[in-house]
């Protein structure tokens, strides 16, 4: 049996997900879940954490992997959350491993798609939306704004928490996009795609934000020194 801390500060729309699992065998037990609504949901982790670690009576020393995802998404949430990931990683003995929202909806989007193509969308900042898509080569991401969304099949399966939003520009197009029953990111679905990283099922990914945007903070320019 393995202990699971799951993390996803990805969703800025949303806010935060914690979650603690157990694993046998193939087996997952979710143990606790809790969602931290809004914006700043991802500095409530520490907090949860701190709170379902002592309603569990398990010990951070006691987590045998802490899968953590690394976006797309918003900025401060997958900074936040990657770092209380790292902190923990670094304390204890436990696994870390990241995965993308794509890859934790995948498997499900997939069976719902039942061979449709799919796409898994995730709300970025001012109408702008993360896409990601599923090939031969494995998952990919691009942004972009809902007014001028790539070009996309004649039909198919849009899950994630932008799936709404962008189901109803690929209709107005004549696409026939079908909406998923999956808008957020089950913990358990986080902690499978985690497992499957672990068993080589999924390709190596460093732990690091998966930025697909620029940042919109801009270093401070120097100033011309002036004459004396």
């Known amino acids: 049996m393995s202990r699971i801390l799951v993390l996803n500060g990805a969703s800025g729309s949303i806010g935060a997900v914690f979650g603690l699992l157990d694993r046998s065998g193939d087996a997952l037990r979710v143990v606790a879940e809790e969602l931290a609504p809004g914006r700043g949901g991802a ?4 907090v949860l954490l701190d ?19 690394v976006g797309p998404g918003s900025f401060t949430g997958l900074r936040a959350s990657l770092a209380l990931a790292h ?21 499900a989007l997939q069976a719902e798609a039942d061979g449709q193509a799919v796409w898994c969308v995730s709300q970025a900042r001012r109408d702008r939306v993360f896409i990601e898509w599923h090939d031969t080569n494995g998952w990919h991401v691009a942004a972009a704004m809902l007014a001028e969304l790539p070009q996309s ?3 198919l399966l849009v899950g994630g928490d932008a799936s709404a939003s962008v189901a109803d520009v690929l ?58």
């Open 87 to 107: 902190g923990l990683a670094l304390g204890g003995s436990a696994r870390l491993v990241g995965v993308t929202v794509g890859e934790a909806l995948g498997p």
């Open 153 to 155: 099949p004649a039909s």
């Open 171 to 228: 209709e107005r197009r004549g696409v026939a996009a079908q909406r998923s029953v999956l808008a957020g990111t089950p913990v358990a679905s986080i902690a499978s795609a985690a497992a499957a990283r672990l068993a080589g099922t999924l390709p190596p990914r460093a732990v690091q934000p998966l930025y697909v945007d620029p940042p919109e903070a801009k270093l401070p320019q120097p100033r011309a020194m002036r004459p004396a």
């Open 51 to 69: 709170r379902h670690l002592q309603a569990t009576g398990w010990g951070a020393s006691s987590l045998d992997v802490i899968a953590v995802v």
């Open 43 to 46: 500095e409530q982790l520490p």
